[in-house]
């Protein structure tokens, strides 16, 4: 193979090389050495994932043979006991290879069907004669068909063409061909197909989000026609100044949020924005903006009369991360109603209930949401705000209703943390010491407890009961979570995941 990082292109353009016993090579000669070595790369980077995919749908099948690995010996009997032990080693997985647990599980699916139904093509893939791309769009072809018959010949006629031809290429040949051997009609095929409709939400950079839905081709239509007809209407408004693409996402994102209809204040979904920036008037804001751009210390109060701290300006979503001080604002003078969790920036003093209390209170369930924003388990990307408050130290043995001994965890884990060897360790860290509040500290707490209280409406009940919660909900806006360190029964150990940048 040539040396990627060789002496190839560093003599003139169109000079020969010297090769092997002194032999000329000339560029396109030894443009096409570099070329070769492309595609050995690429059989490679085949068989890798080859094995990959074995090697997991291996260690699955493994776990399902023997669920008595992870399975706790009193909850072995039970049906489930097979279905734990393939959750928890896909879970090990997950952790160890820095994947969902979806996918681990799908990738599991893939290989034993690649195996029991695809042998020729699985052949091909385990040589590196084609990608997992290829293989994957084959077991889609393949998924509900139940003729063994057809899917041998479909085998067959696919083997011969994989790696030969490009993705998009294998997939409309794919289909063909499961059309042409396939004896369902295609009313049958589609009422399969209608079981996968879903939506998927993938966060984009710069506070945008990327919403897709699968839906009846009939639906999607529908949906098309009327979002080009609103928009289409809307940009003939005098003074319109936005395209037909801002104008169909604004509707979009309109109807399915309920702007102006009863049903937009049904849902709650939790924003931490700042005092400074929603509370403070713009000439205030302005003020303290142009008083800190001139402060060359961070102590000096600004026009606000409060400390010019970086932290003040930083508003985040829930389950998605920090949002621009302007929808900061937005959502802070537009909310019809919001519940003030009042949080501290500058002592730590989560609430403690001990033994008294075995169900962690709302005030511990948003700090715990903020702290972690996604399941406690390394790896595990599910939302806080829909995870169980799981004690670490199990409570049924002496565990407190602690904010330390506390933790957000999604179902299946928290599941797998009571029926398996797989689980956090049950040793939480102890519990910090707190530091005597500054003066500081005691006065930044009084201008924000005054400009609560001023801000307050003098009406309703969400404003009563927020300003009367306040003393009793001082959180923290940068918590220090406590260790949580899972183990394995195969001896593997997984940290928390890394602080955030």
Not at 160 to 176: C, L, P, Q
Not at 214 to 223: Q, R
Request: aromatic residues 6%; negative net charge; charged residues 25%.
């Amino acid at each position: 193979m040539i040396d990627s990082t060789g002496e190839a292109g560093s003599g003139p353009e169109g000079a020969d090389g010297a090769g092997p016993r002194g032999a000329t090579i000339s560029q396109a000669e030894l443009l096409d050495m570099v070329m070769t070595d492309a595609e050995q790369f690429a059989f490679e980077t085949n068989r890798i994932a080859a094995r990959r995919l074995a090697t997991i749908g291996r260690a699955i099948r493994m776990a399902r043979e023997n669920p008595h690995i992870y399975v706790l010996p009193e909850l072995m009997t039970r049906t489930e006991a097979r279905d734990w032990a393939v959750r928890a080693a896909a879970t090990e997985l997950s952790m160890r290879l820095l994947i969902p647990t979806a996918t681990v599980l799908n990738e599991a699916t893939e290989a034993h069907t690649l195996a029991a139904r695809l042998p020729k093509l699985w052949l091909e893939f385990l040589d590196g004669a084609t990608s997992y791309q290829i293989v994957r769009a084959a077991v889609e072809a393949i998924t509900g068909w139940d003729d063994d018959e057809a899917v041998a010949r479909f085998d067959s006629e696919l083997a011969g063409i994989a790696g030969r031809v490009t993705v998009a290429s294998f997939r409309s040949r794919a289909k063909r061909l499961r059309d042409r051997l396939s004896a369902a009609t295609m009313a049958e095929r589609h009422r399969r197909a209608l079981t996968e409709r879903r939506v998927v939400f993938e966060d984009a950079p710069e506070g945008m989000m990327w919403l897709h839905a699968l839906v009846p081709a009939l639906d999607g239509v529908k949906i098309r026609t009327r979002l080009n007809a609103t928009a289409k209407q809307a940009s003939r408004v005098a003074g319109e100044t936005r395209t037909r693409d801002q104008l169909r996402a604004d509707q979009l994102s309109a109807w399915l949020t309920g702007a102006g209809t009863p049903t937009a204040v049904q849902t709650r979904v939790l924003v931490t924005v700042p005092l400074i920036a929603g509370l403070l008037e713009k000439p205030v804001r302005d003020a303290r903006v142009a008083s800190t751009s001139t402060s060359t210390s961070t102590d000096r109060p600004s026009a606000s009369g409060l400390p010019a701290h970086p932290w003040l300006d930083v508003a985040t979503i829930d389950g998605y991360g920090p949002i621009s001080t302007e929808t900061a604002r937005h959502i802070f003078d537009t909310a019809t109603a919001f519940r003030r969790l009042i949080v501290d920036p500058i002592t730590a003093e989560p609430l403690y209930l001990d033994r008294t209390h075995y169900r962690p209170s709302q005030a511990q369930r948003d700090w715990l949401t903020l702290t972690y924003q996604r399941c406690s388990r390394p790896g595990c990307n599910s939302l806080a705000a829909t995870s169980d408050i799981d004690h670490t130290h199990d409570w049924a043995h002496g565990g407190a209703t602690d904010i330390d001994n506390l933790a957000p965890l999604c179902p299946p884990d928290h599941t797998l943390k009571h029926t398996t060897w797989l689980g956090p360790e049950q040793t939480p860290e102890p519990r910090p010491e707190q530091a005597p509040e500054s003066k500081k500290s005691a006065d930044v707490r009084a201008a924000l407890q005054d400009l609560l209280t001023s801000s307050a409406p003098s009406t309703g009940p969400d404003s009563d009961r927020a300003t009367r919660d306040w003393p009793d909900e001082n959180l923290t806006l940068d918590p220090k979570p406590s260790r949580r360190r899972w183990t394995s029964p195969t001896g593997y150990i997984s940290d928390t995941d890394p602080p955030p940048f």
